[in-house]
C-alpha cells in the first residue's frame, strides 16, 4: 500500500487557518488521495478527496503539489469542534488503510 | 435511518464468551467495511465485501474472528472466545463502491471491552 507521512500532531488558534501537510513520495497515478477526520468517541468521517486538481467543498479545502508527491488540508478558520485526528489516506481500488494521522488541538 | 448503525455501542464480555456485533450500512451501499481500532492508534483493516461475497478477509486476527453479510445488507462480525487483546472499537463503513473516487461512511462503532 501508498504511505503517507504526517505530523503527529499541530496546533492552532480559534479563528486561524490551519494548514495540514501530507507526504506521500509513492504515490501512483490512479491514487486519489483522501482525508477523514476523527473527533472524539466518533467513527472517521469523510472531509475532502482529490487526483490532480485543488478541491473545495464546505468543510475544507484540498491543495495538491503538482508533481503530487505532498498535499495540504486546508480549514479556513479552524473551530473547537475541529479538533480531531485527520488522516491523509491513499485510495486505489482497495479499501481505506489509516495510519496514525495528525491530531489537531484547537486553543480558544 | 440516514448513516451506518452499529449496535450494541458498548459491549463488556467475559474473557472467553463470544460476542456478536452488528452494522447496518446506508441503503444501496455496496460494498462494507469492517475496522478494528485500539485506544490511541488509527483504525485497522479487518475485513470487506462486496453484496455478500467477502472479498478479503487478511486483516482478521485469527480464526476467532468471523464476519458474514449473508444478504447484501445487514453485517454481523463475531468475536468467539473473547480475550482481552479484542478490547477495541470495531468500526463498520459502507460506500458505493471500492473505486478510488468513493468515500467510505462510518458508523460510530462498538465499544469492546473484554474483562
Known amino acids: 500500500d501508498a504511505k503517507t507521512t504526517q505530523p503527529n500532531s499541530m496546533e492552532s488558534n480559534e479563528e486561524e487557518p490551519v494548514h495540514l501537510p501530507c507526504n506521500h513520495s509513492?504515490?501512483?497515478?490512479?491514487?486519489?488521495i483522501h482525508w477523514y477526520r476523527q473527533l472524539p468517541s466518533q467513527g472517521p468521517e469523510y472531509v475532502i478527496h482529490?487526483?490532480?486538481s485543488n478541491v473545495n467543498n464546505r468543510m475544507a479545502s484540498l491543495a495538491i503539489a503538482e508533481d503530487r508527491k505532498s498535499s495540504t488540508l486546508i480549514l479556513h478558520r479552524a473551530t473547537l469542534r475541529d479538533a480531531a485526528v485527520y488522516y491523509c489516506?491513499?485510495?486505489?481500488?482497495?479499501?481505506?488503510?489509516f495510519g496514525k494521522g495528525t491530531r489537531l488541538s484547537v486553543i480558544a | 435511518g440516514a448513516g451506518v448503525s452499529q449496535s450494541p455501542r458498548y459491549k463488556v464480555a467475559k474473557r472467553g464468551q463470544d460476542v456478536a456485533l452488528r452494522c447496518d450500512p446506508i441503503?444501496?451501499?455496496?460494498?462494507l467495511f469492517w475496522y478494528q481500532q485500539a485506544l490511541g492508534q488509527g483504525p485497522e483493516f479487518l475485513t470487506y465485501?462486496?453484496?455478500?461475497?467477502?472479498?478479503?478477509k487478511s486483516g482478521l486476527p485469527s480464526d476467532r474472528f468471523f464476519a458474514e453479510r449473508p444478504e447484501g445488507s445487514v453485517s454481523t462480525l463475531k468475536i468467539q472466545r473473547t480475550q482481552q487483546e479484542d478490547s477495541a472499537v470495531y468500526l463498520c463503513?459502507?460506500?458505493?463502491?471500492?473505486?478510488?473516487?468513493?468515500?467510505?461512511?462510518f458508523g460510530q462503532g462498538t465499544r469492546l471491552t473484554v474483562v
Open positions: 489516506i491513499l485510495r486505489g481500488n482497495t479499501p481505506l488503510v
Open positions: 441503503s444501496g451501499h455496496v460494498s
Open positions: 509513492t504515490i501512483s497515478g490512479t491514487d486519489y
Open positions: 465485501f462486496q453484496n455478500e461475497a467477502q472479498l478479503d
Open positions: 463503513a459502507s460506500s458505493l463502491a471500492v473505486t478510488p473516487n468513493t468515500e467510505a461512511f
Open positions: 482529490g487526483l490532480t
